[in-house]
Structures are given as C-alpha cells and as structure tokens.
Nanobody, 118 residues
Framework: QVQLVESGGGLVQAGASLRLSCAAS????????MGWFRQAPGKEREFVAR????????NYADSVKGRFTTSRDNAKNTVYLQMNGLKPEDTADYYC???????????WGQGTQVTVSS
C-alpha cells in the first residue's frame, strides 16, 4: 500500500520559513517523480514544484520561484519543500504527489496546512 505523508505545516508570520516533508512508503521511491501542489480555500489546486528522479532537475511555479526549493533524499524516501519568505498568499493545504511519469501524479498525500499571517 502506497502512502505519502506530509508534515511540517503550521502557522507562521509573513517572512518566516517552513520546511515541509513528504515521507513515502510502499513504492520504490527512486523511480518516482515527485511534485508539490497546494490548494487555498475556495480555489483550485495548483502546481508548486516538481523534482525528477535524481533530484538534479526541478521546476517551480512562477509564484514561488526564488523563495521555495524542493529536494529529495532517496535513501530516506523523502521529498522536501523549503519555503522561505512566506507570504499570506502562500496560505493553503500543501500536498505531495508521486508518479513514474513526470507530470502524471498517481499517488497523493493527505496534505499539510500552511497558514501565513500578515
């Protein structure tokens, strides 16, 4: 049974940093592209970042470029999202996703909530 479990969310003030983690189990982690998505209240889910199998290639949404960094540790079956310079508009539930094909996400985590106060 594949599980993706996000952690690290919380309530912070604008300008603060958070690091989200997504621990994967039940799959061969190194064979999966990983992605981060978020969904704010009343809005559709949106892409945040993705990282390839080796971790050497990443992509980001324009809204987070330069502030967020994703990385992975294949030995720990974990992907991370370092979020710096948080803004109130970053407030959302954050989800990680996994897929063997880049851009095609088969498995999803349950999400972790990030709230940024102004």
């Amino acid at each position: 049974q594949v599980q993706l479990v996000e952690s690290g969310g919380g309530l912070v003030q604008a300008g603060a940093s958070l690091r989200l983690s997504c621990a994967a189990s039940g799959l061969t982690f190194s064979l999966y592209h990983m992605g981060w998505f978020r969904q704010a209240p009343g809005k559709e889910r949106e892409f945040v970042a993705r990282i390839n199998l080796s971790g050497l290639s990443t992509n980001y949404a324009d809204s987070v470029k330069g502030r967020f960094t994703t990385s992975r540790d294949n030995a720990k079956n974990t992907v991370y999202l370092q979020m710096n310079g948080l803004k109130p508009e970053d407030t959302a539930d954050y989800y990680c996703a996994a897929g063997v094909q880049a851009g095609v996400n088969r498995y999803w985590g349950q999400g972790t909530q990030v709230t940024v106060s102004s």
